[in-house]
């Protein structure tokens, strides 16, 4: 189930509670210290339930707040919260040792916290997080000691953090187009990811191996889908890019069937393929097209294309152009 919220079609005295009444719904009840202007509030919502998992992405223009005591209450929930800040937060947790515990969390960090302690945000230009709420019985199995014992903040720029990131965006644009059942067994996969940074149980550990795997070959694949056009891209530069050696790299994409160079050939050839079909692309040559998508020779440009699509690209163009009344 997909649910998405805005208040800007909203009367500026209704935006604010009918926000935190949706979000209350859909992901959990939170209440805010700040009282922003009612003619200038804005508060968004995007969810999404898949199994037994919720993504969400939440904007508003609140600064300072979280979860208050009632809110727990309220809920009544057993999860924990997987949040990503899209800027800078102060954030407080109150753990069962009844201390709070400040993080400070930078663009793009993520922390781990649990839904059963109160909590508090600070972000000086509105609260804009996306997150995951995972199912205690999930991710307890992969913790020592099946719990948290205090809030776990997960930097950007870790390498662990690095590879969240890029699994979480990969989870995040995945979800939505798969099943439930597929959408859940993805952030199953993601969890073991975050086990490894919170301290992970010997079944933690067997299933942060696995996610770490994916992740760095999701990783991989990120980095040669943003670097297509550069004729130079090789396995040597895009293994010292991942820090990782030129073996790893081909050891993570032969569980695939697909080496490095039959990856990277197929995404240059489905770009040149889009171009050439397209309106916007109807003015230029077939070579500009192939060297404008890093081919470096125009004999195995045709040769590739012919054997990935059947017929040569002036043919396929062609082909495109009468499909559209060209």
Request: with cysteine.
């Amino acid at each position: 189930m997909r649910v998405h919220f805005s208040t800007d079609d909203l009367a500026p005295r209704a935006r604010e509670q009918s926000w935190l009444d949706f979000v209350a719904e859909h992901v959990k009840s939170l209440s805010f210290n700040d009282r922003p202007d009612p003619a200038t509030f804005r508060g968004r919502l995007d969810a999404l339930v898949a199994g037994r998992f919720t993504l969400y992405d939440f904007r508003s223009s609140h600064r300072i707040g979280g979860r208050s005591a009632a809110d727990v209450r309220r809920d009544n929930s057993d999860n924990f919260s997987l949040h990503r800040v899209l800027g800078e937060e102060v954030y407080t947790a109150t753990t069962r040792r009844s201390r709070p515990e400040e993080l400070r969390l930078g663009s793009s960090d993520f922390c781990l916290s649990s839904s059963e302690w109160p909590c508090q945000g600070t972000m000086k230009d509105g609260m804009s997080v996306r997150g995951l709420m995972i199912p205690r019985r999930v991710l307890s199995p992969l913790l020592i000691g099946g719990r948290l014992t205090g809030p776990v903040a997960i930097p950007a720029g870790s390498s662990l953090g690095s590879l969240l990131g890029a699994a979480f965006d990969a989870a995040s644009a995945q979800v939505p187009v798969l099943s439930p059942e597929l959408g859940d067994s993805v952030l199953e996969n993601l969890c073991g990811l975050v086990a490894l940074a919170c301290g992970p149980s010997q079944e933690g550990r067997s299933s942060g191996q696995d996610s770490l795997r994916a992740a760095r070959l999701e990783a991989a694949k990120r980095h040669i889908d943003q670097h297509l056009t550069e004729p130079g891209l090789t396995p040597a530069n895009t293994a010292a890019a991942l820090g990782i050696s030129v073996r790893h790299l081909h050891l993570l994409f032969e569980p695939t069937g697909t080496s490095f160079a039959q990856y990277l050939a197929q995404q240059r050839l489905l770009q040149c393929r889009s171009v050439l079909t397209s309106a916007a692309g109807a003015s230029r040559s077939v070579a500009d097209i192939a060297f404008g998508w890093g081919f470096n020779s125009l004999a195995t440009f045709y040769r590739a294309f012919q054997r990935e699509f059947g017929m040569p690209p002036a043919v396929l163009r062609a082909v495109g152009a009468a499909g559209h009344g060209g």
